[in-house]
């Protein structure tokens, strides 16, 4: 009889010690599912963050763009069609009205604020501190237009933002640069004869 009971006796369980190993083990293996976990969920927000970004960057370039389309050619100097400075620009749209677009401080960044014919749109620049225009034409590029060269057509407008990792353009608008329908268009100046 005494056989069978401390033959029963060793066959109860686990030891205190097989338990412990069993515990450490599975509490070592939770740590490394959520420390995964977190990693993958920070991944992820950075990711949508990136995404976000970029979607705020295309609605700018988009919204500048169709701001602009259709919209010139507009000729340097002289031309009181479109003026600019680095903090906006304004042109002719209709007879009697100017289309005008401008950077201002805004909550949690800047915004753009654009003026046309079908009304205003405000466009935010989300972390954007610093923002400004560059007009770029055949032979220059600078903060003011018209420039103060030769006659020249102006071609694009950027919108550049100061970052701490330096100058991030925002968009570059290209501008239609074909002459209007009365020129007399000069091969050597590359614009119409006046």
């Known amino acids: 009889m005494m056989l069978s009971r401390a033959r029963c006796a060793a066959d109860d369980g686990y030891t205190l010690g097989e338990c412990l ?17 977190a990693s993958l969920g920070r991944m992820q927000t950075r990711a949508l963050q990136t995404t976000a970004a970029a979607r705020d960057l295309r609605a700018v370039h988009e919204d500048l763009d169709r701001f602009l389309q259709g919209q010139g050619p507009f000729a340097s100097p002289g031309s009181d069609v479109f003026t600019g400075t680095s903090s906006g620009f304004q042109f002719r749209c209709g007879v009697a009205d100017d289309c ?9 960044g800047m915004a753009l604020h654009l003026v046309s014919l079908q009304g205003q749109t405000i466009v935010p620049l989300k972390g954007v501190r610093s923002a ?22 102006l071609k694009s407008i950027g919108l550049l933002a100061q970052t701490p990792a330096g100058v991030v353009p925002l968009a570059d608008v290209a501008l239609v640069i074909d002459q209007g329908p009365y020129c007399d268009f000069d091969a050597i100046l590359k614009d119409c004869r006046r």
Not at 100 to 106: D, E, F, N, P, S
């Open 100 to 108: 005008r677009a401008w950077v201002t401080g805004a909550p949690g």
């Open 132 to 153: 400004q225009f560059v007009y770029a034409g055949t032979r220059t590029i600078g903060p003011v237009w018209p420039a103060e060269a030769a006659a020249q057509p």
């Open 21 to 37: 190993v069993a515990l450490f083990v599975i509490g070592m293996t939770m740590a490394g599912l959520s420390a995964g976990m």
